[in-house]
Structure formats: C-alpha cells, structure tokens
C-alpha cells in the first residue's frame, strides 16, 4: 500500500489505538488507588530502531522521556520474542524511582517489527521514606535502583525479580499487582499490534511509521517558521531545594533560526544537595511538550517532533545532574518550572499564543504507616490540581492539572475506602487566581485528617514565588502548607518537608492560582 494522505491518517490511528488500548487495560487491571484512579501511567508504540510513533494522550513527562528507557533497554539486549525488561533507573532514560517502564519486543513472522513500552508510578519502592519521593541528598535513599534487566524471557515471568521489587516496597500487594497489570498492557499491545501486522503486512506497516516521523517533522518545521527569528531569554525560580532556602534559578536562551530552535539551559543553577535535580531525559521531556503545544494538535506526537530541536543543557547542572544526585522531585516539580521558563521564553516571540503561568506545581502528597483497621502497612501518593493560567482568548481553568502532569483525582470515596484518612474539605480556593483581561483559574484547598500516626510527606513549589501574569495580568496567588495539630494548634510548613502526624492531625494543603493575561478591566 502506498503512502497517502488518506493512509497516513488511517495508521495514524491505528497505531495510537494499540497505546491507547494498553492503557486501558493498565488502568482497569491495576491494584492501586494511584493508578487504577489517578491513571498515573503512559504507554506509547515503539519502531525497531527505538523511535516512538505513536502515544496515547497520557502523561506529558513520562512520554516524552521513555523513548531514552527503550533506547536503554536496546543497547543492553539482544531480544527474543516473550521478552520484557523493566527498569527505573533516572540515569538511564527514567524519570525518578517510582515510575517503572516496561518494554516489550514484538515480532512479526520472525522479524522485530517493534516494541511496546508503558510506564506507571508505584506508590513505594522502597526508600528513606514512604512513597519514595524523600527528602533525599543521593539516588541511594530515593528506593530500589533497577537498572535495566529481564522481567520475562521467552514468556515467562522471572519471578525473582518480581520479589525483589515487592520484597522493598511498604506496600507488596499492590506493587504486585500493579506490575500484572503493566505486564498485562504490554500482551494488549502486543496482540493489538500483530493484528494490524497481519492485516497490511510487515513492509507497509514500516513504511506507514517511518512516513509518520517525517511527516512529524514536516509539521514542527512549518510550524517553527512561523516564529519569528531571534533569541529569546527567560529566567523564573524554584523555591529551595529541601534544604537550602535560597530560590534557585532556571534560566533558557531560545534561537529561532528559520525552521529549527534550540534550547540552552546554560546558567541554570549547578546540581542541588536536594532532590530537585531533574534527569536530562525530563528536561528534554519538557522542551518536547513546549514544542508541541506551539505546533497545536495536529502534530502527531513521535520521535519526528525533534528533529529540528537541539537541546543544550550542561552536565552537572540542576537539569542534567551526575549520578547518584538525587532526582526524586526533578520530574515533578523542577519540569514544571522548565515549562514556565520555556512559555515565559516563547511569549516574547509569539505572545498571542501564550498563556500565563499555570500552578507551576504538583503539590506532592506522600503518606505511610500502619493501617489499624486493616491490619497492614500502606503508602499513598496523589498530586493536587490548581489553577490554569489565563489565555490569550478566554480565562483559566480552575482545579485542573496542567503541564507535565495530566492525572485524574483520587475520588474521597476512593480514598477513604482504601487508607485511614478522612476528607473534611476539598474546594476550589475562590480568588487564587490572578486579576487580568482573562484571569487565571483558581487552586483548590484540602484537607485531610488522619485517623492514625503517619508520616508524611510533601514535595511542593509556588509557596514563595507566585505564578507569572503576562501582558499586564496580574500574578496568581502562591500556595499554602498547614497543618492543624490536633485540629486546633495552625503551624505554616514549608514548600517541602518530611514530618510525623498523630491520629487527629489535619494536612490542609492550598495549591496555586494561574497567572492573569492582559491588562485587567
């Protein structure tokens, strides 16, 4: 079958619908709270080379990082058909410890014909702390280090492996669980994949993928020059580094050159003792989202988009660090202040097509300990929605994930039912958002009791700095930490802190409003 326009659509689709079909039976199949109802997950359609074609509409930095996990897991292996190798491994294409990637070859009449890859975030792998997103100096106290190794050979599972894994988790039924289930998506795509191969044959397949790249390319490309010629700087703060209270600088330089950019990081801070140092495949994550958001949704988003992007970050820095620097925080918080720095960057260029500054956060919230009633240990893990930023054409969102998150909430019912924690508020923060022409969409407040001593544990940003307006909109409001001791005694926390709870405390957690675009009314 030759390539045409109508072809091309036509594979497109099908083969998007082979990660999109691995997600649902990720989400369906999978144990816990995290990700059975937050879809804490990604899954994506890999060619014989390691390029992605195809993803679903899943999490911005997971996607945009695991073509860096396949192409690990290529240099390591020859693959045989039943095989899957799993890794988490920051340092070698992951983003931080608890997002663990599955990928699996697939073979067509004998022939590697590609791979299917999906990653999900485990409640705990271990670590100085529950959740394992720590306030940690090293890799080392962040939890199981899985460098990448056979999950399955031939078929079968290596069982050893899956002990391991739930031998240093708090919490070893649901990792059990959770790991059936990414096992489960990857025969899903397999079978879904091998479908469409039989149908159009090995060769068209190929051809359809590899047209897909360039067409890929030829849209960026378009899309780039449209942008006008320049170099374009922007320079935004994370709060601190967990233990260090100074802000700490991200900093781009963005050359537009005809249909190519490329993005330099130089003077960005040099690596923390704090774990907000951010992989180099998450800052590249970051860039690609940014890339794609300027060319709209026609784009389809595989390994084509960059191209004609070059990337420039310094090794040992905030976004490119050595190993063992801790990285825990890096893929949540510190990509999303890449993303402000890109935006704040892009809107001197184009500022019709840029919004303000979104929540700029997270707002990580990590709890363990011992569940009285059910008899166990747990670990629970959720990131908080707040405001959009106000758009050149209509206002923000309210309560929403932006940027390189896109989860759903854990539902109250969900939560209660599954962890000792009892919900006595959860609304929109009125007012959060930034006065402007369209203004941005406000946080959200919650809070939660707990019903028995725990630990807890909160990776946040946008408590001292606010998120940016733009062309004369007014900043959004930062967030708040607090916690009620006892429900009377108000103590503020900081923007990250590890701290003991008693049966009785209550967490209230305040995210940020978006920015404001356009002078207000």
Known sequence: ????????????????????????????????????????YSCALFAPQGSMVAQA????????????????????????????????DPYMGGTHLPDITLVMPVFFQG?????????????????????????????????????????????????????????NSRSPEERKGDLAAQIAACRTGERRFLDILAQYGLETVQE????????????IRAAVREVPDGLYTFRDFMDDDGFEDEPVPIQVAVRVQGDEMEFDFSGSAPERPGCINAPLAVTRSAVLYVVLCLAGEAVPPNDGVMRPIKVH????????????????????????????????AMAQAVPRLIPAASQGTMNNVLVGGHDPVRGKSFAYYETLAGGMGGRPDKEGLSAVHTHMTNTL???????????????????????SGGRGLHPGGDGLVRDMQFLSPAVVTVLSERRRSAPYGLQGGEPGAPGENLLLRGGVEEVRLPPKFTIQVEDGDTLSIHTPGGGGWGKPK
């Open 1 to 40: 079958m030759p390539v045409d326009p109508v072809s091309l659509e036509v594979f497109r689709n099908l083969l998007t619908s082979v990660a999109e079909e691995m997600g649902v039976a990720l989400g369906r199949t999978a144990f816990s709270p995290n990700i059975k109802e937050r879809r804490d």
């Open 57 to 88: 509409a899943h999490i911005p930095v997971h996607l945009g990082s695991m073509p860096a996990s396949v192409q690990a897991a290529l240099e390591g292996f020859a693959f045989q058909p039943g095989d899957i190798v799993i890794l988490n």
């Open 111 to 167: 022939d590697l014909s590609g791979f299917v890859a999906n990653r999900g975030h485990h409640a705990d792998v271990g670590g100085m702390t529950p959740g394992s997103l720590p306030l940690s100096t090293d890799l080392f106290q962040e939890g199981l280090i899985i460098p990448p190794v056979k999950l399955a050979e031939g078929g079968r599972i290596v069982q050893q492996i899956v002990d391991l894994l739930c031998r």
């Open 208 to 219: 359809h993928m590899r047209a897909l790249l360039d067409y890929s390319e030829r849209l």
């Open 313 to 344: 970050v310094p090794e040992g820095s905030l976004l490119n660090p050595r190993f063992p620097a801790a990285v825990a925080g890096g893929n949540v918080e510190t990509s999303q202040r890449v993303v402000d720095v890109l935006l704040g």
């Open 409 to 431: 909430n854990t539902p109250i019912e969900a939560l209660e039912s599954n962890y000792p924690f009892r919900i006595l508020r959860y609304q929109i923060r009125r007012g």
